[in-house]
């Protein structure tokens, strides 16, 4: 929910977050932060029932390439460092996934760059109206999409996004398979052609991947009883985990 919460006209969400740390101090409930969970941990705590809610993880695509310094994951980029956020608007950068989670990194980039923010300043100050439109907008991102349509999981805030998109002229590929990853570019291909694009940072937005197989295992090897929820269960939305967690309160409830 953080991260979803740092996407421009996302920022309600925040309050959602307020709102259920306030419920969890109101019940009393204890909360241990910097803890690693394994068999010894529940052994020692002894639980009734283990509810497994440890989220996902970025997926890594096998890329040649991808391990490189200047490629960061999305969740890296909306982790509000403003030193990388500003780094990031120094070069070119490609986003690698049309999905939802690509293209709110590039509105949150263009919303959140400092140096870029400054510039449109200036620009309102010393440039006469017509020049200032024409700069405003000018735009050092890329997304590349393997399928035929960006924000297919957006569903019904995707024009919304995709206004924004246009309104900060966000080049978008799609149909474009990234192939490797060299220090200053990218090599994708895209129906019979194979060509370049000009990539001084790469940011991953290519799915994620639930998060807990190990422990699942030992609790199923153990025969201790659990619940998984949320992204841990199946990697979905923020609506999805909590109808996950409300329904197993109903079931430890009953």
Do not use: C
């Not at 101090?25 to 052994?43: K, M, P, Q, R, S």
């Amino acid at each position: 929910m953080k991260y979803a919460a740092s996407i421009p006209y996302k920022e309600a969400i925040n309050n959602n977050i307020l709102a259920m740390e306030e419920e969890l101090a109101e019940a009393g409930v204890e909360i241990v932060l910097n803890t690693f969970v394994d068999g010894n941990y529940i052994n020692e705590y002894n639980p009734d029932i283990t509810i497994v809610a440890v989220g996902s993880k970025p997926t890594i695509p096998p890329i040649p390439g991808i391990d490189q310094k200047h490629v960061y994951t999305a969740q890296e980029v909306l982790d509000g460092d403003q030193d990388l956020i500003n780094r990031l608007a120094t070069g070119n950068v490609l986003i690698i996934g049309g999905g939802a989670v690509g293209l709110e990194t590039a509105i949150y980039l263009i919303k959140n760059n400092r140096i870029d923010i400054q510039s449109k300043e200036f620009l309102s100050q010393y440039t006469d109206s017509k020049t200032y439109n024409g700069l405003q907008y000018a735009s050092n991102i890329t997304i590349a999409e393997m399928t035929s349509k960006m924000g297919s999981d957006l569903k019904s805030t995707r024009w919304i996004t995709m206004s924004e998109l246009k309104r900060y002229n966000i080049q978008l590929l799609v149909d474009t398979k990234v192939e490797k990853i060299l220090d200053n570019k990218v090599t994708v291909s895209k129906a019979d052609e194979t060509f370049d694009i000009s990539a001084d940072f790469v940011v991953l937005a290519t799915g994620y991947q639930s998060e807990g197989k190990e422990l699942i295992k030992w609790l199923d090897e153990n025969e201790h009883k659990y619940k998984i929820i949320g992204d841990a269960k199946k990697v979905g939305t923020i609506r999805s985990a909590l109808s996950d967690a409300y329904s197993v309160k109903l079931e430890t409830e009953s």
